[in-house]
């Protein structure tokens, strides 16, 4: 296994635990997604399945790991700062458990930032630049992680622009999905290595 470099310790987490995490915090952002497009009165996006979508969404997630990977080689801090955060969650997760990363936050974390918050502004700028620092905020997980929570935040202004430009909240939850599911098959390949489940 290859060691990160200056990695600080954190608190070592079991898959259980990151597995419960991760099925809570999903559970939880959709019920207030739901409570809050249920009180609120304002148009949301439709989810519509369609095979344009899933395209589309894919090709914006392949751009999106692409940008991640050329950032990563390019700037060092936000290089540490993603390993910090990556190792943090991915580490004691065994490889099936990557297709739960994928689809719990990418589904959840879209139909609240990009549905619900996104929406409740308004589909206007000012609602895409407040639902997307809400977005980067939620991957804060440290005053070290700056440049993540930076990169989120950017994340969720592609994510939000795709769904206005499309008026489709797939587009945006597959991107999601297969830019979580594929950076984190990346980075425990890279530093986990195949043989470790």
């Given at each position: ?46 989810v ?28 060092p ?26 689809l719990?936050?990418?589904l ?42 930076i ?47």
């Open positions: 296994m290859e060691k990160i470099p200056n990695q600080p310790e954190f608190e070592s987490f079991t898959r259980t635990q990151i597995l419960i995490a991760m099925g809570g915090t999903a559970l939880f952002l959709l019920v207030i997604a739901k409570v809050v497009s249920f009180f609120g009165d304002f148009y949301i996006l439709p519509e399945i369609t095979a344009l979508g899933i395209i589309q969404g894919l090709a914006i997630g392949v751009g999106i790991t692409g940008a991640s990977a050329i950032l990563y080689r390019l700037w801090a936000y290089s540490r700062s993603a390993d910090i955060y990556l190792k943090l969650i991915l580490t004691p997760l065994i490889w099936p458990d990557l297709i739960w990363l994928g719990l936050p990418g959840s974390e879209e139909l609240l930032f990009r549905g619900v918050i996104f929406a409740a502004i308004g589909l206007n700028p000012l609602g895409l630049v407040v639902s997307s620092i809400c977005f980067g905020l939620l991957h804060f997980s440290g005053s070290q992680q700056w440049p993540y929570i990169w989120a935040t950017l994340v969720g202004v592609i994510l939000g622009y795709s769904a206005l430009v499309t008026g489709n909240l797939v587009v945006p939850i597959m991107a999601h999905i297969f830019t979580n599911f594929i950076s984190g098959c990346l980075w425990k390949f890279k530093y986990i290595g195949s043989s470790h489940t």
